[in-house]
């Protein structure tokens, strides 16, 4: 009866709610590099992010896991990407395309250089296909391979789900910043090649009214 209510109580400790408020907040820079080639019916291209280096400082209040130190700053980078992609125009309204990515996830530092528990960097193989049916329908089809190195299991915990849904949450918002930054320079683009065609207009009218003058 003892020990039935000894192992009762040690389960409840383990099941019971913990709480835990963290905050983390850091900056970094991350250069990339990237090329695009055409010829023909081929499409070849490549581009390579550097790994960034990021170091968060954390603030913790309350945290009943143990997990995160308050005001402790570590390394947290974001791993660099090489990125290869090909494709083929088979038709002209038939393209198939394979993709590559290699993540550098073992020299991207973490807190307690938990990335050494990695076996091997990320990988990820893609293919698909797009048919125009018509000219403003297109229909695609693809699929993706990914292969983690999360080797013997130690890199993962109980909270690694948790991290996960925070961690596409940021990629979702540097998608988001990534596209808004290339929707204003499209706009950008689109103001300064109106003001170029205007000027040239202007300049265009100015030397008839010149030669209209002289004649």
Do not use: C
Not at 21 to 28: E, H, L, M, P
Not at 137 to 157: E, M
């Amino acid at each position: 009866m003892s020990a039935g209510a000894d192992k009762l109580s040690s389960s409840k400790e383990l099941v019971k709610d913990r709480y835990v408020k963290v905050s983390q907040r850091g900056w970094g820079i991350t250069p990339i590099l990237g090329i695009d080639y055409h010829n023909g019916k081929w499409n070849l291209a490549a581009r390579y992010e550097f790994t960034t280096k990021f170091n968060v400082e954390t603030k913790a209040n309350p945290d009943d896991t143990h997990s995160y130190e308050d005001g402790v700053t570590t390394p947290n980078d974001i791993p660099g990407i090489l990125a290869l992609g090909a494709q083929y125009e088979v038709l002209k309204n038939l393209r198939v395309m394979a993709g590559y990515n290699y993540y550098f996830d073992k020299e991207a530092r973490m807190a307690n250089n938990k990335q050494k528990l990695l076996a091997h960097n990320t990988q990820e193989f893609l293919a698909g296909v797009e048919w125009d049916i018509t000219p403003a329908v297109t229909v695609s089809a693809g699929g993706q391979r990914t292969k983690y190195g999360l080797g013997d299991g130690k890199y993962l915990t109980d909270l690694s789900s948790l991290r996960a849904v925070t961690a596409s949450a940021l990629v979702q918002r540097l998608k988001l910043l990534r596209m808004h930054t290339s929707t204003l320079l499209t706009s950008l683009q689109t103001i300064l090649t109106l003001r170029r065609n205007t000027t040239m207009q202007l300049l265009s009218v100015k030397i008839k009214s010149h030669n209209l003058m002289v004649l």
